[in-house]
């Protein structure tokens, strides 16, 4: 200690002897039977496009579950653990059809919820075939997405949808995108290498726009995010949305308003063309493990306007095909959050004034988890789908210019 400050000590800061620092396990394990883990599983995550969901079946994993998802040949999709229930093959090489999928190993048939339709190497196709279930998660589809739900069947909510997303005028349509940063792949999630709380707190973030995206190498978004905002964070009953509100030089008063929806969904408004009003997409942050991520998104577009899926090109590259000192020169969301390692270490945060969003976030998060733990329902989950519709406040919003 050097000096000692008002009566509180102060450090010399040197790094020898630092202790040892983890992550805020609460909120960072997403597994079967962690805190967090069971609080995400009672809500419907989106797993997979719906187009990406064929008559292949190709691995998913989601909350630390490796998974197995196809679309049988009736066009129902269908999850299933993909270690069959015989002898353990997988069911990656099984065969799809009208009815389900079967196993290439002996050839027992499964529905997309698991029921065991033949056992062919048995007397009578399996007499006992009834009893065999494979394990299954329920799915639907909607948006464009497929969405799981991974929670216990007695709690299934009904799958909510975004009035934001809702009424489609002729001329537009739903897209809907799973990736991250640009990472493509086909047979399993693409995903950035870090927690999915590290996207989550970028949400509730306003500030990093203005540092980050702005003013520390130049201008990622819309120029006007150079102006430092006046912040106001307020709870929702879906989540906390923050206000930015900016001055612009041409007198209008513009705010920004940002949602973050329980507990892993943000909606943000259009970033570069700041003049589009409301918010038209709503994206998940999922979480593949404890360290891996990847985004879900659906968004509403006008017929034939180009994707602006797969990543933001600075000097013509994806933040993925960039080389070190590109990323040095330019960093972004990607290298903010993928700096912060593979799970942030919690415990050695400074958490300030300009963080006020990410505290309510997190208090939100584990007063749910507790709700969960302690048998309830956690918000934003319904049961009746008169209240399954969210209102989206996000958007880029002006007032007139004020007269001089
Ligand atoms: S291991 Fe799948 S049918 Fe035997
Ligand atoms: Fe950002």
């Known amino acids: 200690m050097a000096e000692a400050t008002q009566g509180r000590p102060v450090s010399d800061g040197s790094a020898y002897g630092r202790s040892q ?34 008559d292949r079946p190709r691995y998913v994993r989601v909350l630390g579950e490796a998974l197995i998802i196809f679309r049988d040949k009736k066009g129902r ?11 353990g093959t997988t069911l990656f090489y099984g065969k799809v059809s009208e009815e389900g999928i079967a196993c290439c190993y002996h050839g027992w048939l499964f529905d997309v919820e698991g029921r065991c339709l033949r056992q062919p190497c048995e007397p009578d196709g399996g007499r006992n075939r009834e009893v065999a279930r494979q394990p299954w998660y329920p799915v639907e589809e909607c948006y464009g997405l497929v969405f799981a739900y991974l929670g216990p ?20 349509e739903i897209r809907a995108y799973v990736g991250a940063f640009g990472a493509t792949g086909d047979n399993s999630l693409p995903v950035a290498p870090y927690s999915w709380l590290h996207m989550n707190d970028n949400v509730m973030d306003p500030y990093h726009v203005y540092v980050l995206h702005s003013t520390f190498t130049g201008v990622q978004f819309a120029p006007q995010f150079a102006l430092m905002p006046e912040v106001d964070f307020f709870a929702t009953d879906e989540g906390v949305c923050y206000s930015a509100k900016r001055k612009l030089d041409d007198g209008r008063a513009y705010d920004r308003i940002s949602s973050w929806i329980m507990p892993n969904i943000m909606s943000v408004p259009n970033p570069i063309d700041i003049n ?20 879900a998104t659906a968004a509403r577009m006008a017929k034939g306007t180009p994707d602006m899926f797969g990543g933001i090109r600075l000097n013509g590259k994806l933040w993925g095909e960039m080389t070190e000192a590109e990323h040095q020169a330019t960093p972004g969301d990607y290298e903010a959050q993928a700096g912060q390692g593979p799970i942030s270490l919690h415990s050695e945060e ?36 008169a209240r399954a519709l969210v209102k989206i406040r996000s958007g880029n919003f002006y007032n007139a210019p004020q007269a001089a």
Not at 276 to 295: A, G, Y
Request: charged share 25%; hydrophobic share 35%; net charge neutral.
């Open 77 to 87: 999709p269908g999850l299933l653990y993909p270690r069959c229930m015989h002898r």
């Open 21 to 54: 620092q983890h992550p805020d396990w609460e909120l960072a394990s997403v597994g079967p039977g962690t805190p967090c883990g069971e609080l995400l599983r009672r809500y419907w995550q989106p797993v997979a496009t719906s187009l990406s969901v064929t």
């Open 276 to 295: 589009q009003v409301r918010s038209n997409m709503i994206t998940w942050s999922l979480p593949v493990d404890d360290s891996h991520f990847t985004m």
């Open 350 to 385: 400074h958490l300030a004034s300009s963080d006020r969003g990410i505290i309510m976030q997190r208090r939100i998060l584990k007063q749910q988890i507790k709700v969960v733990a302690e048998g309830g329902d956690p918000i934003c989950v319904h049961f009746d789908p």
């Open 153 to 172: 069947l007695d709690r299934k909510p009904v799958l909510p949808r975004y009035d934001i997303l809702e009424e489609l005028g002729r001329d537009e």
